[in-house]
T-cell receptor, first 111, second 115 residues
Framework: SQQGEEDPQALSIQEGENATMNCSYK?????LQWYRQNSGRGLVHLIL?????REKHSGRLRVTLDTSKKSSSLLITASRAADTASYFC???????????FGKGTSLLVTP | GAGVSQSPSNKVTEKGKDVELRCDPI?????LYWYRQRLGQGLEFLIY????????KSGLPSDRFSAERTGESVSTLTIQRTQQEDSAVYLC?????????????FGPGTRLTVL
């Protein structure tokens, strides 16, 4: 079942601008992950943030987690055309291994 | 080293036919996952294999779906008597040991179209 819901569904920005995507979820989690998908095919893992962490950085990516609001945000700074992709948040489910994905945010970065 | 590979990359079949999708995980990864992604949607969990443990089949949508894994290597997902609603991209992922903190590495997927 899908738990994460990304917002907005689609985002269009120009190169150099920052892109912010949000994710909300419903049940308690141990961790939350963000993935990128190019052209509707394989996903690439970007970053994992644990429930006891509030912020995490990786290169141009910044992820925040607010467990009280059951929400997370992904910020991509100084975006590039190559960042054009769909971005998904995924939460760990009750199984402890299967991930629950949202429907994703489609990001378009224009030169 | 090589990543997760899947074959075929595209499969077009007629309603009612059986199809078999293959996944080659990263060598040494004990955990293997199958997901389904319908157009414009997120991924739906289908099945999970971990080592020699019994697989978790709780995500399989019907008894027309089945999957096998040989040891800690190749896995095949079989869909019998395909229906048009089975059209989707089927993604396989593997991870080192399993568990929600274990990074899952995804293959490129098989795009299945049922006419």
């Amino acid at each position: 079942s899908q738990q994460g819901e990304e917002d907005p569904q689609a985002l269009s920005i120009q190169e150099g601008e920052n892109a912010t995507m949000n994710c909300s979820y419903k049940t308690s989690i141990n961790n939350l992950q963000w993935y990128r998908q190019n052209s509707g095919r394989g996903l690439v893992h970007l970053i994992l943030i644990r429930s006891n962490e509030r912020e995490k950085h990786s290169g141009r990516l910044r992820v925040t987690l607010d467990t009280s609001k059951k929400s997370s945000s992904l910020l991509i700074t100084a975006s590039r055309a190559a960042d054009t992709a769909s971005y998904f948040c995924a939460t760990d489910g009750s199984s402890g291994y299967a991930l629950n994905f949202g429907k994703g945010t489609s990001l378009l970065v224009t030169p | 080293g090589a990543g997760v590979s899947q074959s075929p990359s595209n499969k077009v079949t007629e309603k009612g036919k059986d199809v078999e999708l293959r996944c080659d995980p990263i060598s040494g990864h004990t955990a293997l996952y199958w997901y389904r992604q319908r157009l414009g949607q997120g991924l739906e969990f289908l099945i999970y294999f971990q080592g020699n443990s019994a697989p978790d089949k709780s995500g399989l949508p019907s008894d027309r779906f089945s999957a096998e894994r040989t040891g800690e290597s190749v896995s095949t997902l079989t869909i019998q008597r395909t229906q048009q609603e089975d059209s989707a991209v089927y993604l396989c992922a593997s991870s080192l040991i399993g568990g929600s903190t274990d990074t899952q590495y995804f293959g490129p997927g098989t795009r299945l179209t049922v006419l």
